[in-house]
């Protein structure tokens, strides 16, 4: 396992690690993971994803964390921590998914990379602070050490040990092939709301509308400024899944859109 | 061009890129562009300027970029992405204000630079990816890599080629010497309200007040401390423009000033 | 002095400077700090804390600050900016605090780590830019480049002289030992209320409650997930204080517990 790893993480002389959490920005609690983690590794390069995931919002913390994921490149440690079960005897894992490592609770969060990048491995921590970690902060106390420790070239077999079986996947999974009914998975900053729907269904020689909400959204656009200020509109997402927006406005707000809502391609 | 430019960006090892969005950071995308930018420059220091300014908002795009320019120093990098005819006709360009590089949409982004700065060069970016581009997310797939390209010191004309005429510029200007009429452009995180009035214009031998919202404020005073708690006050704002304030408090909300309002000096 | 401190300081290549502030992200504020920091200290790794302490209060920013320092190691600069007096009369400070050293004004923000650390030591900042400082903003123009030159290894002696007398605090000091009544002092992004009561007040051999509200929470729980959904719960947090949670919830939104309310063991 780590002979396969090891090469291409001692290569990087300014490894990159990302981090995704629920903790807001009002406190203290990402400044001390980051501390942390320099520490194990004084020249990571820390980027955050977002620490504006709704608190215990695994389903949601797992769509962002593969976009980062989506992003990177092998050898990118992705440090994720959502995790209202904090304490509790749910296991800690380092998930490895297109060379990519998730350190992070096991409750769901790998499952839209997992499903996306078509799984992984998974590895449970068995690494422990010499002094007690806090019931209530185990990103500062032994998920910012191992990602910290895995960033500065540590084998991963010194760390955490294979997992029997998948971690914990929710029920969360892209469109396959021949099916056409899908839901809102992620409402954007902007209000744009992204689907479970790949680009890949898109029928190469015919032109689809999105139903959505009992209106009709379509034909297939490129780009926003295809449609005129306010007007909705249908496009693939920088994401590659279709994605429901309006231009210069907020799709969610204006055309009452949810996570969950069923969409279908027509 | 390029001989001008490349002596003082090689001798930075760590090149510092600043970032100015609309993105929010509820989403990946600010994640997406930095981990794209640090592939090509891994040693670059990146900068968040803001990634809250309102969506689409380009003149207040313009106004933050500017003060990130004014406190950088040449050889800086300005990744600059408020873009809302992403996928367009719209141009990709590299403006070139004061030594330093702005990176991002030709859509007025970079006007009040441009003014405040004495104009610049402005160059179109002709660099695409081999991939093609998502339609939606140049500042990924694009902007991030011209950006990183630029930082590690690769030379600007192997990336743009001259624009011809000034980039699009909005209507947005400093008051010229002479006259004493201004509006808001500005309001900050503390409710303090930024004029396009350069303390330049304000008269060394003369007390003066500021009229704004059918009420007179003054006389000019240093610091918030030179009120007493709740009262508002002018001063010189760390822009060296006027500036309208409530010590302890927001003038925006408390005297209802709105972007657009009219000052006077009086 | 400097004697003692240097050779820490030296020998980290890339020091860590932490950000506290009450900024907020709309603006450019933060940025031009570290951009002013990073020409004083280019490796120094910058650590946002956070820049959403509510305007002025400086009691909030005193204990977020706190928590930052209790994460990190000796040698770490803390740049510590909620400033209302910008400009008056108010002292320049570092205070040096279990070797480390947090650089802002004298207006009691050091409080909460000066009373949970047993104190320091203090000095006022004597480094004056040449150009002349902004009255508004000593953040950019005096704090910031002392902190990048504390960071770059320059002798605190250089910059700053011992300051007579201890520096401003707060009245804000955790409970000491017999004594069983404390208040709430903080409210998280998650809702979680902070006590000033320190974890080593729980006696080992007795069961304990919270009483808060009118209100009896307990006994003491270990985390989060030792209730049930939706329940209150008090236990010990990350800060080895007090706190009332609520699973997967908001204590303070759900139990109506604001800063200053009355907590006592039971």
Redesign the interface.
């Known amino acids: 396992m780590s002979r396969a790893i090891q090469p291409t993480r001692r290569k990087l002389?300014?490894p990159?690690v990302?981090i995704t959490t629920d903790?807001?920005?009002?406190?203290?609690?990402?400044?001390?993971m980051?501390?942390?983690l320099?520490?194990h590794c004084?020249?990571a390069?820390l980027?955050?994803?977002?620490?504006?995931t709704p608190?215990?919002d695994v389903l949601r913390g797992s769509i962002?964390l593969e976009?980062?994921i989506a992003?990177?490149?092998p050898g990118?440690i992705h440090l994720a921590v959502v995790d209202?079960?904090?304490?509790?005897e749910r296991k800690l894992i380092v998930a490895e998914i297109d060379g990519q490592f998730v350190v992070g609770p096991d409750n769901g969060l790998v499952t839209w990379a997992w499903r996306m990048h078509g799984g992984g491995r998974a590895f449970e921590i068995t690494w422990r602070p010499k002094e007690a970690a806090?019931?209530?902060?185990h990103g500062?106390d032994i998920f910012a050490p191992v990602a910290g420790m895995l960033a500065s070239g540590k084998p991963l077999k010194a760390l955490a040990r294979p997992l029997k079986g998948d971690p914990i996947l929710l029920d969360l999974a892209p469109v396959s092939k021949g099916k056409t009914k899908g839901k809102v998975i992620f409402i954007?900053?902007?209000g744009n709301a992204t689907t479970n729907l790949p680009c890949a269904l898109v029928p190469k020689d015919r032109i689809i509308c999105v139903h959505v909400k009992n209106r009709l959204i379509g034909p297939l656009r490129?780009?926003?400024?295809?449609v005129i200020h306010g007007e909705p509109l249908v496009?693939?997402?920088?994401s590659d899944l279709l994605?429901i927006a309006i231009?210069?406005g907020s799709a969610a707000k204006l055309l009452h859109i949810n996570v969950g809502d069923e969409v279908e391609i027509v």
Chains 1, 2, 3 share one sequence.
């Open positions: 002389s300014f990159v990302t903790f807001g920005e009002l406190d203290h609690y990402v400044a001390a980051k501390i942390v320099l520490q004084p020249t390069r980027i955050d994803v977002t620490h504006f608190p215990q962002t976009r980062a992003a990177a490149a990118t209202p079960g904090v304490g509790s806090s019931n209530v902060f500062r954007d900053h902007f490129k780009c926003y400024s295809d496009l693939i997402g920088s994605e231009r210069d």
